[in-house]
């Protein structure tokens, strides 16, 4: 009892967060999604199969996650936080391949401990 008390403790006063154990990969044509240790592949997607693209944050009780939502064609979606290792080689990617406004990190980013969902990006019909 005493170790989940420590680690309530630990989690609430913490700066920063456990690692994922999840690594971002970009690829010529997409992303792939990794576990850390085995780098066992856990997902994969193309650039060309995204319609949508969504922002929102995840309150995380002492810290806020920034998270992407890739909608794909087939109807399944995709969600990556800030906190998957290689993350910003993904913000570099996706502001490579999809038209994103400018200002997008900064208003979702602020208030702290909001939701501040958006849709970033939609396929034109």
Request: net charge negative.
């Amino acid at each position: 009892m005493a170790n989940f008390f420590t680690k309530v403790l630990d989690r609430m006063f913490s700066t920063s967060p456990e690692p994922r154990e999840r690594v971002i990969r970009i690829e010529p044509d997409g992303v792939a999604l990794f576990k850390v240790h085995s780098q066992a592949l856990v997902l994969r997607f193309k650039w060309a199969d995204v319609v949508r693209i969504h922002t929102f944050k995840r309150d995380l009780f002492s810290f806020d996650e920034i998270c992407l939502q890739f909608d794909l064609a087939n109807g399944s979606c995709v969600t990556l936080g800030e906190e998957d290792a290689d993350w910003t080689p993904l913000m570099q990617a996706v502001q490579e391949h999809f038209a994103l406004p400018a200002d997008w990190w900064g208003t979702v980013m602020k208030p702290a401990f909001v939701e501040n969902y958006r849709l970033l990006w939609e396929k034109p019909r």
